[in-house]
């Protein structure tokens, strides 16, 4: 037997290695793994075909995520499953190790509108959307960030004026993921009395919607400018639960949760995929991953990866006991989604240039990475977040 | 319409299984055990019969404790409840000693219809619904692709290498089912969350009136005496083509009686 092919013991996944799955509960598991295989049944197969064509079907997947219970499934009642946000975090992992896209999808639906409306809603939008959109029947977008006003929300420039009982809505709003297809918009718009919170149905007249064309990140999801062009609502429209920027960060802090935990399983998708080539690429004779260079490689992106898992369980049970902060989730989105993109680019660099071609799935996570290390709080504004924590200073101007 | 399913725990056929050198048996503790793939066929017949014409859905399984996992998969589908035998004296029986337990099970509860499914992919001996509409003496339906109930009549088709047969019996009956009779459900979340409160009914063999020395490997009616591993996979055979490639391909192939 050549040196370095010398088998002592059975390879075993990256994550396998940790035996994390003590850690979690037999349901949480069970959910985990329905998940799972729906990933690999039904997305894994097309999706890179999805990205490259720069398609998602949005209404077919959602329908299916809602029969199993996807959509809002870390929500109470109106058909909501009520699952742990453990669960939620874990099924967030199992959709990105798919896909971002597909991951932005369901966090933008359950963790952004539907949190939205259930938080903050009347019991009327509450009846009216959630339970069409737990079915993924109905599809939600979430309007906050604006043109110029992504990390400083508080500038926004979308206005909501009162003309009578009527409520007159006029602005744009900027990269709304799940905008061009939805039926219904959580917009937050400045008042006399400071920001709201309005439920659009997207068939008001003066609201449009146009996709944003040529990017060369999230392929497999729609992204979207919402334009409201006088757009006239009924008095009930406004959410009554949320006064002040404090309502719409929350949602973000819910979504941003779902990512703490998403972005690793683009990590995991990456590394499993160069492990099993660096196993079968003969190189000079000898198995790739026979090499010290490669061991070094993945030795580390494992580690990364289990530290980040091991992280994410952290803040998910801080989550459940009802006391995770807004800054301790700021740890983990900077963690995951930093570490998430250095290892789909170092998974790239295991492939040479193979890793370049849609055939593997590192290059279009790494893509993907680009935009999740940017929204919902970049990675700069999460160190400013952990910075003020540990100094007591802000710096964000 | 009640309908009680048979579901087996085996180890996971897509990974590494062994046996169990010390009395040859499945050794099911190194391995990864999940519900039997097609089992999850005949759960979901059950419940597209029970959605259509109501009653119960009951899981029947014999199998160690850490059986109930299969067992949680099924409720977590949405089977109604389950019923588990569990005793170490059951350990190395034979199908038919298997079947005897199984059967005493069955006597225990209501059932209008048996489903299970046409293999286990563990032992794949294939003969459990057999061996029950014996000793329950009771109609069996086997392989079947389709399934309809009317009343009291269940009507199959019966899938053969050459095409379908159509079969018709009263109830009650035990089918077995193949895995192009439907597309199984995923559970669902509320499905999952759900089954940890669903009523799992444990039983000894003394709650069924079976008697421990008459299962078990000392008195089974077929045990494994010796196994061995697959010999590792031999050196492929390299042809090279000059201008014959053709030729020789064929000529390996017939020299392996395989045209």
């Given at each position: 037997m050549a040196p370095g092919t010398a088998s002592l013991t059975r390879p075993r996944a990256p994550l396998a290695l940790f035996d994390?799955?003590?850690?979690?509960?037999p349901e949480e598991l069970a959910i985990r793994d329905t998940v799972r295989r729906f990933v690999d049944d039904r997305v894994a197969p097309h999706v890179a075909g999805w990205w490259e064509d720069g398609v998602l079907p949005i209404r077919e997947l959602a329908r299916e995520l809602g029969d199993l219970g996807?959509?809002?499934?870390?929500?109470?009642?109106?058909?909501?499953?009520?699952?742990t946000a453990t669960a939620y975090g874990l099924a967030c992992l199992e959709l990105e190790a798919g896909d971002s896209g597909l991951r932005s999808l369901v966090s933008v639906q359950g963790s952004l509108a539907m949190y939205a409306i259930h938080a903050f809603g009347s019991d009327e939008h509450r009846d009216r959307w959630l339970p069409a959109m737990a079915r993924g029947e109905a599809i939600g977008c979430f309007g906050l960030t604006e043109p110029d006003f992504?990390?400083?929300?508080?500038?926004?420039r979308t206005t909501a004026r009162r003309d009578g009982t009527d409520w007159v809505l006029t602005g744009t709003k900027m990269w709304i993921t799940n905008g061009s297809v939805a039926d219904v918009a959580v917009v937050w718009a400045r008042t006399e009395d400071g920001i709201r919170g309005f439920v659009v149905p997207?068939?008001?007249?003066?609201f449009s919607a146009p996709a944003i064309a040529h990017?060369?990140?999230?392929?497999a999801s729609v992204t979207s400018e919402l334009v409201l062009d006088g757009v006239r609502l009924p008095?009930?429209?406004?959410?009554?639960g949320a006064a002040g920027l404090s309502g719409p960060l929350s949602c973000l802090d819910e979504a941003r949760f779902g990512i703490v935990f998403g972005a690793l399983g683009a990590a995991r998708d990456s590394l499993e995929s160069a492990l099993a080539y660096s196993q079968s690429r003969i190189i000079f004779d000898r198995?790739?991953?026979?090499y010290q260079l490669t061991q070094a490689k993945l030795a580390d992106m494992t580690l990364e990866l289990g530290k980040g898992v091991l992280l994410a369980l952290h803040l998910a049970r801080l989550k459940d006991a009802g006391r995770l902060a807004p800054d301790q989730v700021s740890l983990g989105k900077l963690n995951s989604v930093r570490e998430a993109i250095a290892i789909a680019r170092e998974c790239r660099t295991v492939l040479g240039?193979?890793?370049?071609?849609?055939?593997?799935p590192m290059m279009r996570h790494a893509a993907n990475l680009e935009s999740v290390l940017t929204y919902e709080g970049t990675s700069e504004v999460h160190q400013l977040v952990i910075g003020r924590a540990v100094t007591g200073m802000a710096a964000f101007r | 319409m009640n309908i009680v399913v048979l579901v087996k725990q085996v180890p996971d056929s897509g990974s590494e299984r062994k046996l169990d050198?010390?009395?040859?048996?499945?050794?099911?503790?190194s391995a990864d055990n999940v519900?039997?793939?097609m089992d999850e066929y005949a759960i979901e017949e059950a419940l597209t019969v029970k959605e259509s014409q109501g009653g119960e859905v009951t899981v029947l399984t014999v199998g160690p404790g850490s059986a109930t996992d299969a067992i949680r998969k099924a409720l977590s589908m949405g089977a109604d409840k389950a019923v588990h035998v569990t005793d170490?004296?059951?350990?190395?029986?034979?199908a038919v000693q298997t079947s005897a337990v199984i059967a005493a099970a069955l006597q225990q509860l209501e059932y209008d219809l048996v489903l299970c499914g046409a293999?286990?992919?563990?032992?794949?001996?294939?003969v459990m619904p057999a061996l029950l509409s014996e000793r329950l003496g009771i109609p069996h339906l086997s392989g079947a692709r389709k399934l309809t109930v009317e009343g009291t009549t269940v009507r199959v088709e019966r899938q053969t290498d050459g095409g379908y047969w159509m079969l018709e019996s009263s109830l009650p009956a035990i089918v077995s089912t193949w895995d192009t009779i439907n597309e199984p459900r995923y559970p669902s979340f509320k499905g999952i969350m759900a089954a940890k409160k669903k009523p799992v009914e444990t039983k000894s063999l003394a709650d069924l009136g079976v008697?421990?020395?008459?299962?078990?490997?000392?008195?089974?009616?077929s045990r494994v005496l010796d196994f061995a591993g697959r010999p590792p996979k031999g050196e492929g055979v390299k042809v090279a083509d000059e201008g014959d490639g053709a030729e020789k391909l064929v000529g390996y192939l017939a020299a392996q009686k395989l045209v």
């Amino acid at each position: 037997m050549a040196p370095g092919t010398a088998s002592l013991t059975r390879p075993r996944a990256p994550l396998a290695l940790f035996d994390l799955d003590g850690l979690v509960a037999p349901e949480e598991l069970a959910i985990r793994d329905t998940v799972r295989r729906f990933v690999d049944d039904r997305v894994a197969p097309h999706v890179a075909g999805w990205w490259e064509d720069g398609v998602l079907p949005i209404r077919e997947l959602a329908r299916e995520l809602g029969d199993l219970g996807v959509l809002g499934m870390h929500l109470e009642g109106h058909g909501c499953a009520g699952t742990t946000a453990t669960a939620y975090g874990l099924a967030c992992l199992e959709l990105e190790a798919g896909d971002s896209g597909l991951r932005s999808l369901v966090s933008v639906q359950g963790s952004l509108a539907m949190y939205a409306i259930h938080a903050f809603g009347s019991d009327e939008h509450r009846d009216r959307w959630l339970p069409a959109m737990a079915r993924g029947e109905a599809i939600g977008c979430f309007g906050l960030t604006e043109p110029d006003f992504g990390s400083d929300p508080a500038g926004m420039r979308t206005t909501a004026r009162r003309d009578g009982t009527d409520w007159v809505l006029t602005g744009t709003k900027m990269w709304i993921t799940n905008g061009s297809v939805a039926d219904v918009a959580v917009v937050w718009a400045r008042t006399e009395d400071g920001i709201r919170g309005f439920v659009v149905p997207t068939d008001t007249p003066g609201f449009s919607a146009p996709a944003i064309a040529h990017k060369m990140s999230l392929r497999a999801s729609v992204t979207s400018e919402l334009v409201l062009d006088g757009v006239r609502l009924p008095a009930d429209a406004v959410l009554p639960g949320a006064a002040g920027l404090s309502g719409p960060l929350s949602c973000l802090d819910e979504a941003r949760f779902g990512i703490v935990f998403g972005a690793l399983g683009a990590a995991r998708d990456s590394l499993e995929s160069a492990l099993a080539y660096s196993q079968s690429r003969i190189i000079f004779d000898r198995p790739l991953a026979s090499y010290q260079l490669t061991q070094a490689k993945l030795a580390d992106m494992t580690l990364e990866l289990g530290k980040g898992v091991l992280l994410a369980l952290h803040l998910a049970r801080l989550k459940d006991a009802g006391r995770l902060a807004p800054d301790q989730v700021s740890l983990g989105k900077l963690n995951s989604v930093r570490e998430a993109i250095a290892i789909a680019r170092e998974c790239r660099t295991v492939l040479g240039a193979a890793g370049i071609v849609a055939e593997y799935p590192m290059m279009r996570h790494a893509a993907n990475l680009e935009s999740v290390l940017t929204y919902e709080g970049t990675s700069e504004v999460h160190q400013l977040v952990i910075g003020r924590a540990v100094t007591g200073m802000a710096a964000f101007r | 319409m009640n309908i009680v399913v048979l579901v087996k725990q085996v180890p996971d056929s897509g990974s590494e299984r062994k046996l169990d050198s010390s009395d040859n048996t499945v050794a099911r503790a190194s391995a990864d055990n999940v519900i039997n793939e097609m089992d999850e066929y005949a759960i979901e017949e059950a419940l597209t019969v029970k959605e259509s014409q109501g009653g119960e859905v009951t899981v029947l399984t014999v199998g160690p404790g850490s059986a109930t996992d299969a067992i949680r998969k099924a409720l977590s589908m949405g089977a109604d409840k389950a019923v588990h035998v569990t005793d170490d004296a059951v350990h190395g029986s034979c199908a038919v000693q298997t079947s005897a337990v199984i059967a005493a099970a069955l006597q225990q509860l209501e059932y209008d219809l048996v489903l299970c499914g046409a293999e286990s992919t563990d032992g794949q001996v294939s003969v459990m619904p057999a061996l029950l509409s014996e000793r329950l003496g009771i109609p069996h339906l086997s392989g079947a692709r389709k399934l309809t109930v009317e009343g009291t009549t269940v009507r199959v088709e019966r899938q053969t290498d050459g095409g379908y047969w159509m079969l018709e019996s009263s109830l009650p009956a035990i089918v077995s089912t193949w895995d192009t009779i439907n597309e199984p459900r995923y559970p669902s979340f509320k499905g999952i969350m759900a089954a940890k409160k669903k009523p799992v009914e444990t039983k000894s063999l003394a709650d069924l009136g079976v008697d421990p020395a008459s299962v078990g490997l000392a008195t089974a009616t077929s045990r494994v005496l010796d196994f061995a591993g697959r010999p590792p996979k031999g050196e492929g055979v390299k042809v090279a083509d000059e201008g014959d490639g053709a030729e020789k391909l064929v000529g390996y192939l017939a020299a392996q009686k395989l045209v």
